[in-house]
T-cell receptor, first 115, second 109 residues
């Protein structure tokens, strides 16, 4: 089975802190994604990456950056955390080949609280 | 990417079939229909997907209408563990999977 592992289930950070959320997948997937999930808003795409060192902005990239130095690892960085970034963050991965026919596999999420 | 419309919530008796509808009237010819579910406090779980033909796997069946403007996810014998939010999404050649707010399915004992 595909395993997507997010380093923390729960995080509490202070406003202004730099925050790193880590995600690792073990299936040699080319594509990796970061979403945030908020009540009533569904899942919203922050960034995705289709190869090492490659990244594309999603729908809500403001206040975030990403890093993909190795194929299996995709990091989300909050440069200066703010309270409106309190959310559930979900990482996902998929094969690049036939992207329309390749399911996303999600991790179990990191619930981040910024105080 | 096409948008989808799903009922906000549904109930189903344990042991009965759960039929979850989804409208995707603006779907284009190369877009797949995917279904995921999310159990509380977990990440979304892939269930099934299809393009034109009906599909079945160990979890569910997917029925897509001939005009592809709607689909139905069928859980043949719902259990309490199937209580979750179910998302229907359509995927084109982009990398964007647009998740809506889904259908909250409650399986009743």
């Amino acid at each position: 089975d595909v395993k997507v592992t997010q380093s923390s289930r729960y995080l509490v950070k202070r406003t202004g802190e730099k925050v790193f959320l880590e995600c690792v997948q073990d299936m040699d997937h080319e594509n990796m994604f970061w979403y945030r999930q908020d009540p009533g808003l569904g899942l919203r795409l922050i960034y995705f990456s289709y190869d090492v060192k490659m990244k594309e902005k999603g729908d809500i990239p403001e206040g975030y950056s990403v890093s993909r130095e190795k194929k299996e690892r995709f990091s989300l960085i909050l440069e200066s955390a703010s309270t409106n970034q309190t959310s559930m963050y979900l990482c996902a991965s998929s094969f690049q080949t036939r992207v329309r026919d390749s399911p996303l596999h999600f991790g179990n999420g990191t619930r981040l609280t910024v105080t | 990417d096409a948008k989808t419309t799903q009922p906000t919530s549904m109930d189903c008796a344990e042991g009965r079939a759960a039929n979850l509808p989804c409208n995707h009237s603006t779907i284009s010819g190369n877009e797949y229909v995917y279904w995921y579910r999310q159990i509380h406090s977990q990440g979304p779980q892939y269930i099934i997907h299809g393009l034109k033909n009906n599909e079945t796997n160990e979890m569910a069946s997917l029925i897509i209408t001939e005009d592809r403007k709607s689909s139905t996810l069928i859980l043949p014998h719902a259990t309490l563990r199937d209580t979750a939010v179910y998302y229907c999404i359509v995927v084109s050649g982009t990398y964007k999977y647009i998740f809506g707010t889904g259908t909250r399915l409650k399986v009743l004992a």
